[in-house]
Nanobody, 126 residues
């Protein structure tokens, strides 16, 4: 089992930036892929971005491409989500998730992720 703890959420004005962190513990060697998802009130949880621990390949949803960046620090077992040029529509609870190896085409499928953090609220005011 892998435990994930997110931090870094908060309230920010439109155009501002935030950096989220997700630290993994436990059987981290089984978590080849780390992803960030978000869920706004009344909406489905949606894929934001993902990264592979080995090699560092990243994948980003079109809705945040050019504004959000995912990165990792293997030594700290931590994944980061740098969010720039934030918009009110980015307001959501952001979740970190871990998954074993999967095809690139499946990275956005939340059902493939077996471990989830508790989520951190991000609110962007207009």
């Amino acid at each position: 089992q892998v435990q994930l703890v997110e931090s870094g959420g908060g309230l920010v004005q439109a155009g501002g930036s935030l950096r989220l962190s997700c630290t993994a513990s436990g059987r981290t060697f089984s978590s080849v892929t780390m992803g960030w998802f978000r869920q706004a009130p009344g909406k489905e949880r949606e894929f934001v971005t993902a990264i592979r621990w080995s090699g560092g390949s990243t994948y980003v949803a079109d809705s945040v491409k050019g504004r959000f960046t995912i990165s990792r620090d293997n030594a700290k077992n931590t994944v980061y989500l740098q969010m720039n040029s934030l918009k009110p529509e980015d307001t959501a609870v952001y979740y970190c998730a871990a998954a074993p190896l999967m095809a690139t085409s499946a990275l956005s499928d939340k059902s493939r992720y077996s471990n989830w953090g508790q989520g951190t609220q991000v609110t962007v005011s207009s």
